[in-house]
């Protein structure tokens, strides 16, 4: 579930929830992203909210990108060949999409590209989170924050760094 509040096409707040994990993400610019954890069919009061975990988590890995199989082109595999040049290699990891997102903003990824479609309601909500945890997401072509509210919803292809 991906829930967003956007202001003058800026995403400002952002909940992803996986009702599957009980994981929750939740980023407001200005003030950080946290991830939570609750037990299926908890009734949530605004005290559990003062819990959670703050993001990033500091990890000790390989350099990790984030990525999916059904979406894995040419394009995305020759912009990861940079990373392996520097790094040496690359780890890969699939999830599901705004989760993608997220785990940039976990500490979990160092770098999500997305070169295939995605609309507005996929990404809003990771964005939020994503930029409260101190990460960018940014069009692929021109280096600036996707913007919402458009006529046409379908984004731009799109880094998250």
């Not at 993400?25 to 819990?51: E, M, N, P």
């Not at 309601?121 to 964005?127: E, I, K, L, V, Y």
């Amino acid at each position: 579930m991906n829930v967003a509040l956007v202001q003058d096409g800026t995403p400002v707040l952002g909940a992803v929830y996986v009702p599957v994990t009980g994981e929750l993400y939740l980023g407001i610019v200005g003030q950080g992203s946290k991830k939570y954890h609750f037990d299926a069919g908890a009734t949530l009061s605004r005290s559990d909210l003062d819990g959670g975990t703050a993001l990033p988590v500091a990890m000790d890995r390989p350099f990790t990108a984030v990525g999916s199989r059904s979406h894995m082109n040419q394009e995305t595999s020759d912009f990861l060949e940079q990373y392996r040049k520097e790094h040496g290699t690359v780890e890969i990891m699939s999830k599901g999409s705004s989760l993608k997102i997220c785990m940039v903003a976990e500490g979990l990824a160092d770098i999500y590209p997305r070169f295939a479609p995605t609309m507005e309601w996929d990404t809003a909500a990771g964005q939020a989170v994503v930029e409260a945890a101190g990460f960018q997401m940014v069009t692929k072509d021109m280096r600036t924050p996707l913007k919402y509210n458009k006529e046409n919803l379908l984004n731009p292809y799109f880094i998250v760094l």
